[in-house]
C-alpha cells in the first residue's frame, strides 16, 4: 500500500521559509515520480514541484521556481520541499502525491494529478 505522510506547514510570515517533509512507504521510490501539489482555497490544485528520482529530473511551477528547491533523501525514502521568500499567495494545503509511470512533465499540465496522494499539510504565510 502507497502512504505518503506530509509535515512540516505552520505559519510563517512573508518572505520566510518552510521546510515540508514526506515519508514515502509502500512503494519502490526509484521508480516513481514524487512531489507537490497544492490546493489554495477556492483554487484548483497545483502541482508546485516534483522529482523524478530514476534520473535526478525535476520539474517546477513557474509560482515556484528560484524559491522553492525539492530534494530526496533517497536512504530514507523521503521527498522534501525547501520554500524560501514565501508570499501569501503560496498560503496552501500542500500535498505530497507520487506516480507511476514517473512522468515528470505530466506534473503541470491542467488536470492532472497523480494517482497517489497523502494528508495534506497547511502552509500559511502572513503579510
Known amino acids: 500500500e502507497v502512504q505518503l505522510q506530509a509535515s512540516g506547514g505552520g505559519l510563517v510570515q512573508a518572505g520566510g521559509s518552510r521546510r515540508l517533509s514526506c515519508d514515502a512507504s509502500g512503494f519502490t521510490f526509484a521508480d516513481f515520480v514524487i512531489g507537490w501539489f497544492r490546493q489554495a482555497p477556492g483554487k484548483e490544485p497545483e502541482g508546485v514541484a516534483c522529482?523524478?528520482?530514476?534520473?535526478?529530473?525535476?520539474y517546477y511551477a513557474d509560482s515556484a521556481k528560484g524559491r522553492f528547491t525539492i530534494s530526496t533523501d533517497n536512504a530514507k525514502n523521503a521527498v522534501y520541499l525547501q520554500m524560501n521568500s514565501l508570499k501569501p499567495e503560496d498560503t496552501a494545503v500542500y500535498y505530497c502525491?507520487?506516480?507511476?509511470?514517473?512522468?515528470?512533465?505530466?506534473?503541470?499540465?491542467?488536470?492532472?494529478?497523480?494517482?497517489?496522494w497523502g494528508q495534506g499539510t497547511q502552509v500559511t504565510v502572513s503579510s
Open positions: 502525491e507520487a506516480d507511476y509511470p514517473p512522468n515528470v512533465t505530466a506534473w503541470g499540465t491542467k488536470g492532472y494529478r497523480p494517482n497517489y
Open positions: 522529482i523524478r528520482r530514476g534520473d535526478g529530473s525535476t
